[in-house]
């Protein structure tokens, strides 16, 4: 494989976990969420070493945006997705009173 392919190769496995990551997050599955986050972080992470070694051309620089485009936007939709729960989190650990979130997370008395 060349190192523009595996270059591309990364990308294309990136944004397949991003498209599992939204499924997930539409499905309200967070904990699948959080483990593909992982995969994504890690992914991510090996892209930053192969990509000083990579010259690309137009077509390529074409690609690799289209790739970046749909990451992005499945990154903003996961987000518009969680929000609402992250909201309602927020507003429970905003009150002054710790003992009523946990009751009414956990269901504590």
């Given at each position: 494989m060349t190192?523009?392919?595996?270059y591309f190769a990364r990308y294309e496995a990136?944004?397949?976990?991003s498209r599992k990551m939204l499924t997930a997050a539409r499905r309200a599955l967070w904990n699948d969420l959080v483990g593909l986050q992982e995969e994504y972080l890690t992914l991510v992470?090996?892209?930053?070493d192969?990509?000083?070694n990579v010259m690309?051309?137009?077509?390529?620089?074409?690609?690799k945006y289209d790739l970046i485009r749909q990451i992005l936007a499945d990154d903003a939709a996961?987000?518009?997705l969680a929000s609402p729960s992250v909201a309602r989190l927020s507003a429970l650990f905003a009150t002054e009173r710790p003992a009523r979130v946990l009751k009414?997370?956990?269901?504590a008395r």
């Open positions: 190192q523009n392919a595996e990136i944004a397949a976990v992470d090996g892209l930053k192969a990509e000083s690309l051309d137009d077509g390529e620089r074409a690609r996961i987000r518009d009414e997370l956990y269901g």
